[in-house]
């Protein structure tokens, strides 16, 4: 929503802007779902079952033919295969590993390169994301391709845990509801278009989050779908005030890495399984958690590889996440770098499905500490449990040598608190300099999300120094 619209929608009474919201709603809800989606969401659990081999074969052929789109059709990608003959490169774009890491400023310089020739831009959905940069990313989704991305959420992200659209449903998202500055309720929307309520994230001060608990009762809203740290939030009150009367079927994280105690707490609160799941606005990959708790990519989405460099890590081993679009051949991304990191999994799940098993999304790659011996750390949220007064709290890495954590202590926190951090992270990354810093609150992304672990050292500057 434009800086302009913005200011109108603030000016408007509470039941004008539900109204707008729902308007919104049924505009979206006309590009996701059509006559052909229950067809299309058969499928995809029908799918879930394919052996390897059917897996391996379908990913070929799609692969096969983006990859054919993309060099002959997409300006971007036909230019630099011109490039590459005249000085003489003789490959074939038909291999995978032929193809150049694409970097997201390439697409934000330019994102109409993207687009095959035989597409009309007027008839496709603008989507724009910026993620924790804060800098615009301009997407376009064809009709198809949106309908068909939303089929895989409702089969894989809804029915595998026994709910559909058509239950209510909250989610708590980064979009602006109601000024940050507004300190009364509501701060959410009722969407009835799309049975939401549409709560903001920016205003979970501990004082407010009884109402949120409040609105979901209120809504009688079935399943939750939002950040790991604004869900823990909710659930993190809601113990502390003795509450059971908020009862959920199922609690849905997404777009921030699910940590341990985030889960269980989540799970004490609202008596409910939790699960994660993983999506780009870029279509490049997606991922959801199955009953087991194993996370499963979907390989209908993209091809996914794991890199260090220029080399394909073993499952079990952290590397950069790069992803090929497979569904998405309007706007083909080729060996997208996502800026996430993944562990890939080799293991079969007890649940049977043969959708590529991953073991952990590590976070961004800006969140993995980089040490002198040139170790990648990630997933330091061990550091705050076992009874460790804090709140909630963030590791921020200055160097390699130096680190920073910001903390908000708990209401239990003792004098030692500070040195008990400075103990606890030594262990995990050894002799290290480590500054502690109390704060009211973590600070946010500019679209609300918390980040647990920072880099401050460059992608150009994470290797280590020599010796």
């Known amino acids: 929503m434009s800086d302009k619209l ?15 919201a729902t308007a919104m709603g049924v505009y979206l809800r006309r590009w996701r779902y059509g006559k052909e989606t229950e067809a299309l969401v058969a499928a995809t659990l029908e799918r879930d079952h394919w052996t390897p081999e059917q897996w391996r074969q379908y990913q070929q052929e799609r692969l096969a033919f983006v990859l054919h789109r993309a060099a002959t059709q997409v300006p ?67 009709r198809k391709t949106v309908r068909e991305w939303y089929a ?34 509501p701060f959410w929307i009722w969407n009835s278009a799309l049975r939401q309520l549409y709560m903001s994230s920016y205003h979970l001060a501990p004082d407010l989050v009884p109402a949120y608990l409040d609105a979901l009762r209120r809504y009688d809203v ?47 609160a609202f008596r409910c399984p939790v699960r994660e799941t993983y999506g780009l606005a870029e279509i490049v990959a ?37 992803s090929t679009s497979l569904l998405n051949a309007d706007m083909p991304l080729i060996r997208y770098r996502t800026g996430d990191a993944v562990r890939l999994s080799s293991h079969e799940c007890r649940c049977r499905r043969h959708l590529p098993g991953v073991d952990a999304l590590e976070g961004r790659c800006d969140d993995l ?34 680190f920073r954590v910001k903390y908000v202590p708990a209401r239990a926190a003792g004098l030692g608190l500070e040195e008990e951090l400075r103990h606890r992270l030594r262990d995990y990354l050894g002799s290290v300099d480590v ?28 290797q280590p120094a020599a010796s």
Not at 81 to 105: C, M
Not at 375 to 396: T, W, Y
């Open 76 to 142: 971007f990608y036909r230019e630099h295969w011109s490039r590459r003959r005249q000085a003489g490169d003789t490959r074939s774009w038909e291999y995978l590993e032929h193809w150049p890491i694409l970097e997201k400023e390439s697409v934000r310089e330019n994102p109409k390169a993207f687009l095959a020739d035989d597409v009309d831009i007027r008839r496709m959905y603008p989507e724009h994301t910026s993620g924790t940069t804060g800098k615009p990313l301009k997407l376009w989704w064809s």
């Open 6 to 20: 913005l200011h109108v929608y603030h000016r408007l009474p509470t039941p004008a802007q539900w109204a707008a």
């Open 286 to 322: 997606g991922a959801s958690e199955c009953e087991h708790g194993r996370l499963h990519l979907w390989p209908e989405v993209g091809l996914v590889e794991a890199l260090d460099g220029d080399r394909t890590v073993p499952p079990g081993a952290v590397g950069d996440m790069i």
């Open 222 to 268: 079935t399943y939750v779908f939002g950040y790991s740290s604004s869900l823990h939030a909710l659930a993190d009150t809601a113990l502390r005030l003795g509450r059971k009367d908020v009862r959920l079927a199922v609690a849905i994280t997404n777009a921030e890495p699910l940590l341990d105690h985030q889960r269980h707490t989540i799970e004490a």
């Open 152 to 185: 895989l959420n409702e089969a894989r992200s809804r029915r595998w845990y026994g709910i559909s659209r058509k239950d209510r449903w909250a989610i708590i998202g980064g979009r602006v509801v109601t000024p940050a500055s507004r300190r009364t309720p």
């Open 369 to 402: 500490v980089v040490m002198q011996d040139g170790r990648r750390v990630g997933r330091l949220d061990p550091v705050f449990k076992h009874g460790l007064a804090v709140a909630e709290a963030q590791i921020v890495q200055e160097t390699f040598t130096r």
């Open 435 to 462: 500054v502690c810093e109390r704060v009211d609150q973590v600070p946010r992304t500019a679209h609300g999300k918390f980040r647990a672990v920072v880099s401050h050292l460059s992608r150009t500057n994470r």
